[in-house]
């Protein structure tokens, strides 16, 4: 079978075994399938689940089970440059080399390698889009920005399966002086306007590759689907989505400083981005119609790229007045990283009409939500207070 025979249907119904055993198919993208809705990927987008907007898919914010704390990936949102690779994991290969290294050539690791020869870990990260929130500076600072109009929906939690990096450079042997490593993906190269940019890579530093950098090959329990990097992607916690490169195909260990378009030309104010911010969101729908109660229970998630949520304030009178929301327990705290927080509050009696609901979180490293997000031109770490607005009929 080629790969443009393997439809949309065919993938999305490979079992874990079936991902393994991709053998067949070439380690080339996937034509785009002939499908209603994002022509870039590959899982379904119902409508009740998703925002579509064509490279890109939003989780609809108030199609998030309260009950539930993970992000599964068919949930999870999938931001895209090009298009959803289909690759074959037999073939697979992860190159890491650079001038960084004690063997500059160095060493092509394939997927059964990095099982083998590595510890296996697991590790919880808040995974989110450098541009979640950006409709928001429009709708509620009035400042008109670019980019994919994402709501709160470009964001989950996730349990990552996988090898920590640092374990695979001291294998690999890093040489003094060696700072920055260079992740690049094997989707299509990127086009902007005319210009062909290469495929999208963006570089970290040394000290986040032997901190909590991740190579993982699976979410929650099951194989990454192929939206979400099948079958090795980088995880970097905490920071902006785009520098968790999906399908890696290198990484490149340098002794001086890297750059790329998206590092330079996007995802950057005033210096490349790193840490997501800190922010908020109530478990309801934009405008959410709430029947009448003397006692309404509401919940939200908060997250915080840099550390766990310590404390969430609230207010169901626009800002009038504030008090401190129940914190959940947070589940995995036992393993590396951290998610989202999750929380509840009490509405007492509340009047008939339209309200607006606030939630500002603070992290442990005392990072507190502010009432204006600083203003970008690309709409990026949208992190204000979000004047969230219901109706109680």
Known sequence: MTPNALGRRT????????????????????AAPARAGAPAILKPLPAAWFVDYGTNAEMAWDAVDPHRYLTSQSRLFVRNHTRTPV????EHRLRIFGDGLDRPDGVVLG??????????????????????GRSLFATQQGQQVSGTPWRLGAVGTVVWEGVWLRDVLASVGLRTGASSVLATGVDDEYVDKGVNLGRVRRPFPLAKALDDAFLAWGANGAPLLPDHGYPLRLVLPGWIGVASIKWLGSLEVSTAPQSSPWSTRWYNVDGPLDLNPVRSAWELAWEAQIPGSERIELTGRSWSGAAPIARVDVSVDGGASWAPARLHPRPYAGLAGHGWTRWSHTWERPEPGPHELLARATDVRGRRQPDVAAYNPNGYLFDAVVRHPVAVV
């Open 11 to 30: 993938v999305l119904g490979l079992s874990a075994a079936g991902l393994a055993g991709l053998g067949s198919t070439a380690l080339a993208p996937l």
């Open 87 to 90: 690759l074959d994991a037999a």
């Open 111 to 132: 997927l059964r390698d990095l099982r083998r020869r590595y510890r296996r870990a697991r590790v919880v990260t808040v995974h989110e889009c450098t541009g979640n």
